[in-house]
């Protein structure tokens, strides 16, 4: 049977989902400058589906699949390295981590994880969503765990892992806890609040598109190409 080649260019697929997240981001803000203005709820319904801090809408979908598709690259990264245990299992993990990551986007498990912190810490002012001290701690774990893997990694990737997660983190839990206090003291349909969790959705977004163009990247110097059930070769560009 026939081979059929098939190319896949890091730089144009990583552009074309930041492409998607400034039209997300585009129509968030246009959906906060209508429900400022003219304060109509049915209004608001509408942009609702395009709304940063709501979730089961099209930005929350578009994220859990922008993780899903991280995580089926860094399986497939795993699985090339098959033949070093080691850095196979850190990649398989990172792989199982997206993949939580991606269920979490979608059915808001943070959000019932903070609810069980709720019952040990008092939630208010930086803490106000509570979900951010397990996954704080979690984020510290991972980090001295990965440490000694993550500086292994080819320098350009390494790189760009570290800026990509900086960036996410920034949003994460960076804008997060600002926009917490936030709504602690004045709600959440304050302008502030708003702006905040804005910024936090947008780093997030950009900080996955940035570690998916990296996963492209190593695919393409690191592994070069696949061949899917011998009828099938992908070349990474």
């Not at 069980?116 to 810490?121: A, I, L, R, Y």
């Not at 774990?141 to 997660?165: D, E, H, N």
């Not at 936030?182 to 997030?204: P, R, V």
């Amino acid at each position: 049977m026939r081979s059929i080649n098939i190319e896949i260019d890091a730089k144009k697929i990583a552009l074309s989902f930041f492409l998607v997240v400034i039209f997300l981001l585009m129509v968030n803000m246009l959906g906060l400058f209508l429900f400022f203005t003219i304060d109509e709820y049915k209004i608001f319904g509408i942009v609702y589906w395009f709304d940063f801090d709501h979730e089961n809408n099209i930005p929350a979908i578009y994220s859990g699949f922008t993780l899903l598709f991280c995580s089926l690259l860094l399986f497939i990264i795993s699985i090339s390295k098959k033949n070093q245990y080691t850095h196979c299992a850190y990649w398989a993990v990172l792989s199982i981590l997206f993949a939580y990551l991606s269920f979490d986007e979608v059915l808001v498990i943070h959000e019932q994880i903070g609810d069980m912190t709720e019952q040990f810490v008092t939630a208010e002012g930086f803490l106000f969503f509570p979900w951010v001290i397990p996954y704080g701690l979690l984020l510290i774990c991972f980090v001295i765990t990965y440490a000694r893997f993550l500086f292994a990694l080819p320098r350009k990737t390494m790189i760009l892992f570290i800026a990509s997660g900086v960036i996410f983190i920034a949003g994460a839990l960076g804008f997060e806890v600002f926009s917490a206090k936030e709504a602690y003291l004045h709600g959440y349909n304050s302008i502030k609040y708003c702006i905040l969790y804005t910024c936090e959705e947008f780093c997030e977004m950009s900080g996955i598109v940035l570690f998916l163009y990296a996963l492209l990247l190593y695919l393409k110097e690191e592994i070069n190409y696949l061949s899917l059930y011998k009828i099938r070769t992908i070349y990474f560009k």
